[in-house]
């Protein structure tokens, strides 16, 4: 439920809002309604029902996401996820319908099986497949690579027979605003703004964020737009990007404004303001400032990180290679990062996992078990909690915190790349977690590279696709996940990577962190020796020499892999490969290939130093340094040895809450500032032509609105007082009409808002609309319930100028007379009498919803359910 606006039960209703002439207007599960106005009555207008014609009706049935008030021209715009809906809110027409390109459409709700009709092709295709390769007697080997062949075959064709819903659902609606100017402005899940005119007419679109837009706002000549990243952008009103922070470390679910600021609420409840004058001139004045102050608000902290890698080689261990490995090293630090590979594989399992990923699923029993033994080792549950995992086929990730740490820790996101056949095989690939450490971004990535020793370039390529595509976004795995109230579109779309939207914007993901650590089976070997000397340097520890000839250290020397990352000094033996169950280091195979020893398994780090001797601060906010890297050469429970490196963590972090005192204290006291203020108060001055407007039946006035400022732009609304006064018989008394609101029935003034240049003016035109005819009367006199009064009548219009950037407005009223003419509207009645007795049916609709009113004395204290 977004808002409360009625009497009635409001748990389906997505949107609700007041609109011109005074009526509520709600949005729900597949449907449009109409309140009426006054709401004792309990009744409603149905507008679906209205505009459905032998059963088939063009509004959408999907979900009503967002409403809004155009009071400029009395219209409602009712938006779903793909289509919008006009209404006119003065007679309740539906004027058109169209979908997010502008296009309209002629009908709507066109449901899909697609889905299902390509899971039952995979699978025919699997089954076929089967028992093809039975009957021709294929070897195991031949079978499975088929299998994995086929299921890379059967991924590709789902993304692309996909990419056209995907696409469509990158362009849910999201927000709906109404600019000063008049214009709409709607923002979309794949980040997409699109500006629109009165008429729904799709004037241009801008796209400045890749991620999707969850909320939007405007005051005077500016919009501002919320994103799930956290971001929030400030744009004029030609849609030029002004400027753009970080605003929360959570999705961005509504902006307001309120006394010279921008208010801005995240999912996690977080509220924060922000100062209308900004980006400005008190810029320039508080940075320098706020800099000075930095020793008070800055704050410093200590910590360990244990990261630990291991292809298990699809086996399971014991407790004790498990305590061995990870459990005897625990006990100073507060975060534990574990990277298996290998944890399952064959054909049947690698093709199924590459199937639930194309649906969004992840994770198996095996890797369940893995985890479970593992939180059993760090003593999860008293000591360590475990935050989040993410499996990607035989990659799996997972994350502990000790829970005295826990609380500063948060926002955990997962990410997977696929880098077996096809690029679609979770056989080799990574896998990364992304996280906040008092507001730190620290991203942890599992990877698995391509095997063999001549593969060094495959190699290469697979940890810079993984490096570049790496994307993270929300899982189901993940614990404690408080972002509530966000659409499944924006959730979907969370942190999507920028080039995967928009190739010209952006960096990867892993480029923006403070902190990246790669590690796993990089599967690099050692070149140019035989497989004796390397035995012979091993046994005498020669690790110096064989370091030489490392094809990892070879690559990172010459730049092509593994950019501007470090790694610590290898003094432990080679961890491939090994006999499993042979202790020592005469386990080293000794079978037919005699593979010659390597470190495959290793770990590398970036942090935000530019070069070695940099100290941590603010301006370097993460500075880590290797205090224990090594290999566990006791445990043979796989081919490969499991290794641990320790981190020692220097991290800088502000205190808000004093960086804010300190803010405060600047701002108020500046004198600079507050003379900056109070320049942003000034209201041009502006000159109406009238303060008396006079109309007779169908009378069109032309009121001038001039802007006599030669610099600035002033902004104008026009309303109405909310009350008429009608004469009658030589006597004044006061009538509310049914349009107090906003403007009465019988008035319509275009253009109600815009912006005036400097030394220009605005010409507005105030018409009366002879809105009776022959249905509605009799002898000229209106009978239904909902018709204006037909006395003179007289209504105050405000017109409320602005500045650009201020909340302070200035009033102009203008009052408007009207003198009722009995013989000029019956004369309108006889004329279009017969062009009106096709609408009896309409009209009996209305008039048994009004009929209500007849009863509400009888009525007043019966509770609707």
């Given amino acids: 439920m977004k808002c409360i606006a009625s009497n009635f039960p409001l748990e389906k209703y997505h949107d609700s809002l007041l609109a011109n002439p005074g009526d509520i207007w709600s949005g729900s599960e597949g449907e449009e309604r109409h309140m009426a106005a006054l709401l004792v009555e309990r009744s409603f207008v149905d507008l679906r029902s209205q505009v459905t014609v032998n059963g088939v009706c063009n509004i959408s049935s999907s979900d009503v996401k967002c409403l809004l008030s155009d009071h400029v021209r009395a219209k409602v715009w009712a938006a779903g996820s793909t289509s919008f809906s006009l209404w006119d809110a003065r007679t309740r027409e539906l004027l058109k319908v169209y979908n997010t390109e502008g296009q309209i459409e002629n009908r709507v709700d066109i449901s899909s099986v697609q889905d299902q009709a390509t899971e039952d092709e995979m699978n025919a295709k699997f089954v076929s497949k089967s028992k093809k390769e039975k009957s021709q007697g294929s070897s195991f080997l031949q079978r499975s690579r088929n299998a994995i062949m086929g299921a890379a075959e059967a991924v590709r064709r789902v993304a692309s027979k996909g990419a056209g819903a995907f696409a469509e659902d990158n362009k849910k609606t999201e927000a709906l605003v109404l600019a000063a100017d008049g214009m709409i402005w709607s923002g979309c899940s794949n980040g997409l703004l699109v500006h629109w005119d009165g008429n729904g007419n799709r004037l241009q679109d801008f796209h400045h964020h890749p991620c999707a837009v969850l909320s939007l706002c405007t005051h005077g000549s500016r919009i501002w737009v919320g994103y799930v990243s956290g971001m929030v952008q400030m744009l004029d009103l030609e849609g030029n990007l002004l400027v753009g922070w970080v605003a929360h470390n959570g999705p961005v679910i509504k902006m307001v404004v309120g006394d010279n600021y921008l208010f801005s609420l995240a999912s996690h409840g977080g509220i924060r303001g922000w100062s209308l004058a900004s980006p400005g001139p008190i810029d320039n004045i508080i940075r320098p400032e ?26 399971r261990v014991s407790q004790e290679a498990l305590a061995a490995w990870l459990g005897s090293t625990v006990s100073d630090v507060g975060i534990v990062v574990v990277g298996l590979q290998e944890v399952e594989m064959g054909a049947g399992f690698l093709a199924m996992s590459a199937a639930k990923e194309t649906v969004g699923l992840e994770g198996s029993a095996v890797g369940q078990w893995w985890q479970d033994a593992i939180g059993k080792a760090l003593d999860e549950g008293s000591t360590f909690e475990r935050v989040g995992s993410r499996q990607l086929a035989a990659l799996l990730i997972a994350i502990w915190v000790r829970k005295t740490l826990r609380k500063h820790v948060g926002d955990l996101d997962v990410g997977a790349v696929a880098c077996g056949l096809g690029r679609a095989i979770g056989n080799k690939g990574g896998v990364g977690l992304r996280l906040r450490v008092f507001d730190r971004i620290m991203c942890f990535v599992n990877c698995h590279l391509a095997a063999h020793l001549e593969a060094v370039t495959r190699r290469n390529a697979d940890f810079d696709h993984i490096y570049r595509t790496m994307s993270f976004t929300r899982s189901s795995n993940l614990l404690n996940n408080t972002a509530v109230g966000i659409s499944s579109a924006a959730q979907m779309l969370r942190g999507t990577n920028a080039a995967a939207i928009n190739p010209d914007e952006g960096k990867p993901d892993l480029a923006e962190a403070d902190m990246v650590i790669f590690f796993g089976d990089f599967n690099y070997r050692l070149f140019g020796i035989s497989y004796d000397e390397a035995r012979d340097f091993v046994s005498q520890r020669s690790f110096d020499w064989l370091r030489e000839r490392d094809q990892l250290r070879a690559e990172m020397k010459s730049g092509k892999v593994f950019q501007g990352m470090r790694e610590a000094i290898i003094k432990f033996p080679p961890t491939y490969k090994f006999e499993r169950g042979k202790p020592g280091l005469g386990g080293y195979d000794s079978g037919e290939k005699k593979r010659i020893p390597a470190w495959c398994d290793r770990v590398l780090y970036r942090d935000n130093r530019t070069s070695p001797t940099v100290e941590c601060s603010l301006g ?19 081919d490969h040895k499991p290794v641990r490196c320790k981190f ?21 006291n500046n004198d600079r500032i507050r003379s900056i ?60 009409p049914r349009g107090s609101f906003g403007f009465p029935r019988w008035l319509e003034v275009t253009p109600a808002a815009g912006i005036i240049k400097p030394d220009q003016a605005a010409e507005i035109l105030v018409r009366h609309e002879d809105g009776q005819s022959l249905e509605d009367s009799v002898d000229g006199i209106p ?16 017109i409320n100028f602005k500045a650009s950037q201020s909340t302070e407005a200035r009033t102009h009223q203008v009052h408007v007379r009207h003198s009722f003419s009995a013989d000029a509207l019956r004369v309108n009645s006889k004329n279009s009498g017969r062009n009106n007795q096709g609408s009896s049916q309409h009209r009996s609709t209305l008039k048994h919803a009004g009929s209500t009113s007849n009863k509400m004395k009888d009525h007043q204290n019966i509770r609707v359910p």
């Fill in 783 to 798: 009978q239904s319930w909902w018709s204006e009064d037909t006395r003179d009548r007289e209504v105050t219009l405000m």
């Fill in 290 to 315: 706020l800099a000075d102050k930095e020793h008070l608000y800055t704050r410093k902290e200590d910590f360990r990180i244990l990261v630990g890698t291991w292809n298990v080689g699809q086996g």
């Fill in 620 to 638: 370097c906010p993460v500075v880590a340094s290797i205090i224990q890297y090594e290999g566990c050469m006791e445990v043979t429970e796989s």
């Fill in 677 to 736: 203020l109070d320049e942003l108060r000034y209201i041009p001055e502006t000159n109406v032509s009238t303060n008396q407007i006079v109309l007779q039946n169908q009378d069109t006035f032309n009121l001038k609105i001039s802007n006599r400022s030669r610099e600035d732009r002033v902004l104008f609304q026009i309303t109405c007082s909310g009350q008429s006064t009608t004469k009658e018989a030589g006597q004044a008394s006061e009538y509310c």
């Fill in 648 to 668: 020692n963590v220097e991290l800088a972090h502000i205190d808000r809450s004093v960086r804010r005192q300190e803010f405060g204290k600047i701002f108020q």
